[in-house]
């Protein structure tokens, strides 16, 4: 089991940038696809984007698509998530998560991520 503590959120205004990270303890980071959802209050939880264990492919939702980055620095087992030109539609909690497996990509269902970390509230004001 991996333990993921998600940091960084916080109130922003439409159009201004956050950077989301994911720390993460436990079983070896580096193998791992690592996803970042969201979930807005009322809906469920979606996918934002995930990467490999390597950092070379990256995968994005087309609502963040050319807005977010994902990129990982396995030496300090952390994800990040770099959000700008956000949105009020953005507001959500974000949780960063890893799939059952390692060395497997799972792909954008949630339902495939075993552990996940507390979240963390990003809220944007229009």
């Known amino acids: 089991q991996v333990q993921l503590v998600e940091s960084g959120g916080g109130l922003v205004q439409a159009g201004g940038s956050l950077r989301l990270s994911c720390a993460a303890s436990?079983?070896?980071?580096?193998?791992?696809?690592v996803a970042w959802f969201r979930q807005a209050p009322g809906k469920e939880r979606e996918f934002v984007a995930r990467i490999t264990m390597s950092g070379a492919v990256t995968w994005y939702a087309d609502s963040v698509k050319g807005r977010f980055t994902i990129s990982r620095d396995n030496a300090k087992n952390t994800v990040y998530l770099q959000m700008n030109s956000l949105k009020p539609e953005d507001t959500a909690v974000y949780y960063c998560a890893t799939p059952r497996a390692a060395y497997i990509d799972y792909g954008p269902n949630s339902s495939q991520y075993a552990d996940w970390g507390q979240g963390t509230q990003v809220t944007v004001s229009s």
């Open positions: 436990g079983r070896t980071f580096s193998s791992y696809v």
